[in-house]
């Protein structure tokens, strides 16, 4: 098969497209022809070793995938040769093939192509549980998303949205924020322009009633300073790079709440939660939500799609197509 290897920590230019053998399902385990790859912020991590659990070298980097079964380990039985999945995993995932738990397989929902199923579970799952797992998030309420036309933020504004909250999207430039207007957000703002915590209090009475933030970096303190008394904050991720630190005199006086959300944390303690979101997810793909792919690239051009995630020039998911190209 092709795989992505690195072998060496650093950009994303470090990575080759190597043949390598096929991998075989142990116990317990499935073996998945891959048809698409989406690639996330957390894979540029963990190429350049600067993810919170690293990956030993060499390694075949990417985390979310959709294809179909090819072949089963002993002690699976719930699953067969030719089913459509998709699957999440520390690694493996920007190859031709790839071996994972059978546990760990979802099944494709109705309404989404493969590159979609690719681009869909991390950052949807991410998306809802931030707003309603962790956030505590209901309709009529002012929610604002940091990095609004990234994978997770344009998912969080779709679904959003949809539960009914009123959105105010932040990204980084003008074209980034019609691409959250067009997923449903009411309005805007540029915060490489304008100054987030005002115009986050005069968007929203007064003070947002939950912050969802991928991005940290400063502008972190500055959507915490717009929570209105009694609001949340998310914190997801750090795509900006720096890892905020927050005064902890403004939770105090706010009576705020501030809460992390770690996917795999989640899953190992609260699966009830976890298989509630993929209910509420089904229905809504099955009303017409299916994520905002950006770009579509073969795997010989994974540097260049890492590159781009990296340096934030995408919007929505980049996926590698691995049958296509």
């Not at 350049?48 to 690293?54: C, F, G, S, T």
């Not at 299916?290 to 579509?296: C, I, M, Q, R």
Request: charged share 20%.
């Amino acid at each position: 098969m092709r795989a992505a290897y690195c072998t060496e920590y650093g950009a994303p230019d470090k990575l080759s497209v190597v043949e390598l053998d096929d991998p075989e399902p142990g116990p317990g385990q499935v073996a998945v022809r891959i048809h698409a790859a989406s690639v996330n912020f957390p894979d540029v991590l963990m190429v350049a070793d600067q993810y919170q659990v690293p990956l030993s070298l060499p390694f075949i980097p990417g985390s979310e995938f959709a294809g179909e079964v090819c072949a089963i380990g002993p002690g699976v039985s719930d699953l067969k040769v030719g089913a459509p999945v998709a699957g999440s995993a520390m690694g493996g995932a920007f190859a031709e093939q790839v071996v994972v738990p059978a546990d760990s397989l979802r099944e494709v929902p109705e309404g989404l192509d493969m590159v979609q199923a690719a681009a869909f579970h991390v950052a949807y799952g991410t998306a809802y549980h931030s707003l309603v797992t962790i956030g505590g998030g209901v309709a009529g309420e002012w929610v604002t998303v940091l990095g609004a036309a990234g994978g997770v933020g344009s998912a969080t504004v779709d679904v959003a949205t949809r539960l009914g909250m009123r959105v105010i999207a932040a990204a980084s430039s003008p074209d980034r924020l019609a691409v959250a207007r067009d997923l449903g957000a009411v309005a805007g703002i540029d915060y490489s322009r304008e100054d987030l915590k005002t115009r986050l209090r005069e968007l929203s009475d007064g003070g947002v009633h939950l912050v969802i933030d991928p991005v940290g970096g400063d502008y972190s303190e500055a959507a915490l300073r717009a929570l209105r008394h009694g609001g949340r904050f998310v914190t997801v991720g750090y795509a900006d790079g720096e890892i905020p630190r927050v005064p902890l005199n403004l939770v105090l006086l706010k009576d705020a709440t501030v809460r992390g959300f770690e996917i795999r944390l989640l899953r190992r303690d609260n699966p009830e939660a976890v298989a509630a979101a993929t209910r509420a997810l089904s229905a809504m793909v099955r009303d017409g939500m299916h994520p905002h792919v950006s770009a579509v690239h073969p795997l010989a051009d994974v540097a260049e799609a890492l590159t781009a995630v990296a340096q934030r020039r995408t919007t929505g998911k980049v996926v590698l197509d691995m049958i296509g190209h």
